[in-house]
């Protein structure tokens, strides 16, 4: 049984932080890239960031570079963003998402049609 299970949104003021884990089973960690999407109401569903951990490669959108980190926790087969100096346009719902490394291109690690299996998402509210 695949599952990817978020924690760790919330209620945070502009400038605040958060930690964002998701819980990861049913499949082998190494074969995959996670990553983490957001997606707010009436917008496209987006990349914010993936970490493969195989290799430890993490990659970032531009709008989230600096802000935030990704690591995994590769005995745990869990993956936690650090979300800090948190803005109100990163409100938005985020999803945990898992895909095959070996069939992405690098290029596309942060394409969401990539991925297989989806997380149930977890709401971050960022206040001005």
């Known amino acids: 049984e695949v599952q990817l299970v978020e924690s760790g949104g919330g209620l945070v003021q502009t400038g605040g932080s958060l930690r964002l884990s998701c819980a990861a089973s049913?499949?082998?960690?190494?074969?995959?890239?996670i990553g983490w999407f957001r997606q707010a109401p009436g917008k496209e569903r987006e990349g914010v960031s993936c970490?493969?951990?195989?290799?430890?490669?993490?990659y970032y959108a531009e709008s989230v570079k600096g802000r935030f980190t990704i690591s995994s926790d590769n005995a745990k087969n869990t993956v936690t963003l650090q979300m800090n100096s948190l803005k109100p346009d990163d409100t938005a719902t985020y999803y945990c998402?898992?895909?095959?490394?070996?069939?992405?291109?690098?290029?596309?690690?942060?394409?969401?049609?990539?991925?297989?299996?989806w997380g149930q998402g977890t709401q971050v509210t960022v206040s001005s």
């Open positions: 998402a898992a895909g095959p490394v070996d069939f992405i291109a690098r290029m596309r690690l942060l394409a969401k049609d990539e991925y297989t299996f």
């Open positions: 970490i493969t951990p195989r290799n430890g490669n993490r």
């Open positions: 049913g499949f082998r960690f190494d074969d995959y890239a």
